[in-house]
C-alpha cells in the first residue's frame, strides 16, 4: 500500500520537475537574439544601470530570453557589476551565455583606424564617432600641456604621435590608455632606420612629421611628394622660408581658401611660414605615412620653388631661378581665373 501511495506522488514530481526543466530551458537556453542571422552588438556605457541594459537589450533579445536575462540578473546582482563595452551577440547564443559575457566584461574588441585630420578638435570629434569616450573629453586632454607632457609632447607637437593606422582597440578605452597605445604604436614605426634618416636630414622624428603634414597638404600625388620634400629641405638648408600655402590656411583655421592673396600673408602666426623662416611649431595636420615616408626618402635635387601646375592635375611645376616660377605661377594664375576660382 505504501509503494503505490509513493508511485502516486512521484509521478506528479517528476512531472513537474520536468516542468520546471523546460521552462528553464525555454528561458535560458534557446536563441538569445529575436529573429537576427546576423552578429548584432550591444553598447553598454559607464552609467547604465541593469534598468538601461534592459531597455538596450529589448530590441535585440526575444521576450522569453529577456525574461531569463531578468532573472538571471536578480539572482546574481548583476546590478553592483554592471560592465561597460561593446558585447557582441552571435547567432545561436542562448541566455545564459549573453548574461555570463556581460557580467564578466568579455566585450569584443573594435578596429579603430586613426583619420588623418588637420585639428585636434577634428580629430576628438572622429574618435568620439567609434569610442564610448565623448568629443569633449578627448579635446580637452589633447589641447591640455600637462597631459601632452605626459608623453612627450606639447599641444603644437601632439599631432605627431599620431600614425594613421587601423588599430584593435576596446569601445570604452580610457583616454590615457588610448594615447598611451597611439604613443607605443608610433614608436613601433619609428623604426631605428627611420630615425637614422630622420638624423642624416638633422631632424628630429617630430620635425619630419611637420614637414610631412605641409606636404600631404600640398599635394595628393603620393609620387610627387619626395620631390616636394627635396625641395622644402633645400629651403630650409639655406635658410629661405617655407613660403607654404597650407600653413597659412591653419593658420587663419580656414581650410575652405581655394587661393591665398596677399592679405592673407600678413596673419601674426608662428604657422605663417612667409612671416617666419623654418618649420612651424608642430604639423599642420596627423601626416600620412606616405607623406613621413616622403620626406625621409626625399629626391635630392637643386630645385627651390614650385608651383600647381595650370592643369590642375594636383601636380607642381619646378624651377631653380625666381623669373621661371613667376612664369609658373602666371599660367596658375590665369588658369585660376579663367575658372573664376576666387
Excluded at 127 to 146: C, G, R, Y
Excluded at 160 to 178: C, G, H, M, Q, R
Amino acid at each position: 500500500m505504501k509503494r503505490k501511495r509513493a508511485k502516486y506522488y512521484l509521478i506528479p514530481a517528476i512531472l513537474c520537475m520536468a516542468g520546471i526543466v523546460a521552462i528553464g530551458y525555454y528561458y535560458f537556453f534557446t536563441a538569445f537574439a529575436a529573429q537576427s542571422d546576423s552578429k548584432q552588438y550591444v553598447y553598454i556605457d559607464d552609467d547604465d544601470t541593469s534598468d538601461s541594459v534592459y531597455a538596450k537589450l529589448e530590441t535585440l533579445a526575444s521576450h522569453s530570453a529577456l525574461t531569463g536575462f531578468r532573472t538571471l540578473a536578480r539572482h546574481y546582482d548583476y546590478d553592483e557589476h554592471v560592465r561597460s563595452g561593446r558585447y557582441a551577440i552571435e547567432p545561436g547564443m542562448n541566455t545564459v551565455n549573453v548574461f555570463r559575457m556581460m557580467k564578466n566584461g568579455r566585450q569584443e574588441p573594435l578596429m579603430l583606424t586613426i583619420p588623418e585630420c588637420r585639428t585636434m578638435d577634428q580629430m576628438a570629434a572622429r574618435l568620439s564617432k567609434k569610442l564610448m569616450l565623448d568629443s569633449t573629453s578627448i579635446a580637452q586632454a589633447l589641447n591640455d600641456e600637462d597631459f601632452c607632457e605626459q608623453l612627450g609632447y606639447d599641444t603644437c607637437t601632439i599631432a605627431a604621435v599620431f600614425v594613421p593606422n587601423t588599430y584593435e582597440v576596446y569601445w570604452n578605452t580610457s583616454i590615457d590608455k588610448l594615447m598611451q597605445r597611439m604613443k607605443s604604436e608610433h614608436d613601433k614605426f619609428w623604426t631605428e632606420e627611420r630615425k637614422q634618416k630622420a638624423r642624416t636630414l638633422g631632424l628630429s622624428t617630430d620635425e619630419v612629421c611637420t614637414l610631412a603634414s605641409i606636404i600631404d597638404e600640398e599635394t595628393a600625388n603620393n609620387a610627387e611628394k619626395p620631390m616636394i620634400a627635396g625641395m622644402y629641405l633645400n629651403r630650409l638648408k639655406i635658410g629661405m622660408p617655407l613660403q607654404a600655402d597650407p600653413t597659412v590656411k591653419f593658420a587663419l583655421k580656414d581650410f575652405t581658401l581655394k587661393r591665398i592673396y596677399h592679405n592673407h600673408l600678413e596673419v601674426n602666426s608662428p604657422y605663417n611660414t612667409y612671416k617666419n623662416t623654418g618649420l612651424p611649431p608642430g604639423p599642420i595636420k596627423v601626416a600620412s605615412i606616405h607623406g613621413i615616408d616622403a620626406v625621409l626618402n626625399r629626391v635630392a635635387h637643386n630645385y627651390i620653388y614650385m608651383c600647381a601646375k595650370e592643369d590642375f592635375s594636383g601636380t607642381h611645376n619646378f624651377a631653380t631661378s625666381y623669373q621661371e616660377h613667376l612664369n609658373n605661377a602666371a599660367r596658375y594664375a590665369k588658369a585660376l581665373n579663367e575658372r573664376n576660382i576666387k
